[in-house]
């Protein structure tokens, strides 16, 4: 992490234009990145059946054979000719205009001439061109996008060893989605936060995965709950194979807003190396960590797991979903490379690659419009309107639901990063509560009961049992995982023994005026289950 903006960093090696160039990050990276030790992590021993299965596209690797003065009659390659796309005329915001968010009101938004962008049908001066954009790519990417990665990445991340690679993707739940196929088999064990994002917790069931919750406190995924998962696996699953994958949310956690703190982070990895796991490390909310805004710099981003792990036992995933625009479906992992090459394996066989349109324009947008310092600039004005909202959401929570009854009943965290408040509602004065009924179930009518009241008081939250983990049965001979004070330094455990019912709070898409009227709503709601009016 050690980009400023004064560094001016430039992209290594001059592309040349070509068609679908075989390409590789370590052709763009700093010799003294090159210099470092390889990856140590036997990728092998991950495999799952599928992604050992799967054999490389042949006509794909027959193309590779394409050389200067060689006629193709080989490849379904339609001719550029018949793409009916003339040009694309391309304005970007230019983030030294964003001041502040009273800058960008829609059409009054002033854009200046370098920021016009113009993407030619032939364009002899540019490595990238319609003819080029627009035809069947590179499986892990489009080299002049990688290229602008590589750099991002070896300067804001520093992976510290050498052989890592980027893919392309398509999002992050496409990621992962393959990730989970290319690691794990069907009855597999992952291990997981005790909450977590919901279209991983289906993608998993779809794949018939075991999903084994991690207890959570104030500073996330617990190091000594898996640590003691871990260690007493044989004992409590004697009928499942130990867990070898590891996915976790580090930052502005999805549902719960928590950010792991660099120390929790150094002792997950600690339990990682012990039980050797490789950790698929979903960070869509990393560049919304508020301590960015102002600064201008990415200096100040938290270590994230790929930087931390020396042995190469992190997948991580980036999209551009919560930073461009989701509807690009586009984003990119970085791992080492006998790992990237299980997801470009799944991708020829698959999604072949992004679409040509949005690696264009996106690349367009980060490496000639913006450069890199532009892009980190973007990234710390975007954390602050974030770190704004997050404020004033949590101002309107203290003002209508930390008072009048409502405080006993009504707790949440602050947040450092992303979009999203975990509310706790503590149901224990839920008027008529049958103390008597499953847990489970008594909670899920309260839950019922309140977002329906919520509806009709006209605002929509989203229930926390979407994300819930389910426990594992675990053999009556097990020992004990314990609670309470779950890694012994004071943190809070997340989910306590009370008639507890979350909400979880979105304050992304809101306007300033519905933020506030949203909040006075879910209070009025509130006090009519609780009774308090
Ligand atoms: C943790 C997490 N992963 C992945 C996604 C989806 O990312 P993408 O749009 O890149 O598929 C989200 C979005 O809500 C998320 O919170």
Redesign the pocket.
Same mark, same amino acid.
């Given at each position: 992490m050690s980009h400023s903006p004064g560094l001016k960093l430039k992209d290594l090696g001059v592309l040349q234009k070509t068609l679908a160039p075989i390409t590789s990050a370590d052709l763009f990276k700093p010799d003294d990145c090159l210099c470092k030790p390889k990856s140590s992590i036997q990728v092998n021993r991950f495999l799952s059946r599928e992604a050992r299965i799967r054999a490389p596209s042949s006509l794909k690797a027959s193309v590779a054979a394409l050389g200067i003065d060689v006629i193709s009659f080989s490849t379904g390659r339609p001719s550029p000719e018949t793409y009916p796309f003339e040009q694309l005329d391309l304005t970007f915001s230019d983030p030294a205009f964003l001041t502040s968010s009273s800058s960008r009101n829609g059409d009054d938004y002033p854009a200046s001439g370098p920021l016009r962008s113009i993407v030619y049908r032939n364009d002899p001066d540019s490595s990238i061109d319609i003819s080029i954009a627009l035809s069947y790519g590179y499986s892990l990417g489009c080299e002049q996008l990688l290229q602008f990665l590589t750099t991002h990445i070896t300067h804001v991340l520093c992976p510290p060893y050498s052989d890592w690679e980027i893919c392309l993707t398509v999002? $992050?739940? @496409?990621a992962?989605e393959i990730a989970l196929r290319n690691f794990a088999n069907e009855g597999d064990c992952m291990l997981v936060e005790e909450y977590s &994002?919901s279209?991983?917790l289906e993608a998993a069931r779809a794949l018939n995965l075991n999903l084994v919750p991690i207890a959570m406190d104030s500073d996330g995924l617990c190091s000594r709950d898996l640590e003691a998962v871990l260690s007493s696996w044989e004992s409590c699953h004697p009928d499942k194979p130990k867990p070898r994958l590891l996915y976790t949310?580090p930052t502005g956690h $999805?549902p719960t807003g928590i950010t792991q703190p660099p120390g929790r982070r150094r002792e997950v990895l600690a339990v990682a190396d012990k039980h050797d796991l490789l950790i698929i490390e979903?960070d869509? &909310?990393y560049y919304l960590h508020f301590s960015q805004a102002g600064t201008r710099s990415a200096a100040t981003l938290l270590p994230s797991y790929l930087s931390l792990s020396t042995a190469g036992r992190v997948i991580r995933?980036d999209?551009? @979903?919560?930073i461009l625009a989701?509807g690009l479906?586009l984003?990119w992992l970085t791992a080492p490379k006998a790992v990237v090459e299980t997801f470009q394996a799944a991708h020829d066989l698959g999604i072949v690659h992004p679409s040509g349109l949005s690696q264009v324009v996106v690349y367009k947008l980060l490496s000639e419009a913006w450069g890199h310092d532009g892009f980190v600039e973007w990234l710390a004005h975007l954390a602050d309107e974030y770190g704004r909202k997050a404020r004033l959401m949590l101002q309107a929570m203290r003002q209508a639901l930390g008072h009048r009854g409502l405080e006993d009943i009504c707790s949440w965290k602050d947040i450092e990063a992303g979009m999203f408040i975990w509310l706790t509602i503590d149901c224990s004065s839920y008027p008529g509560l049958d103390h008597t009924v499953e847990s489970m179930a008594a909670k899920a009518s309260i839950e019922e009961h309140i977002y329906t009241a919520a509806l009709e008081a006209g605002v929509l939250c989203c229930r926390g049992s979407f994300f819930c983990v389910p426990s594992l049965s675990v053999s009556a001979e097990a020992p004990d995982r314990g609670d309470g004070d779950r890694d012994g330094d004071g943190a809070v455990p997340l989910a306590p023994s009370k008639p507890i019912v979350y909400l979880r709070l979105t304050f992304a898409s809101v306007s300033d005026t519905d933020l506030v009227r949203g909040i006075e709503r879910l209070a009025t709601a509130l006090r009519e289950v609780f009774g308090l009016t």
């Open positions: 999002g $992050n739940t @496409s992962l &994002y279209g991983m949310i $999805n979903d869509p &909310y995933l999209t551009t @979903s919560k989701p479906r984003g």
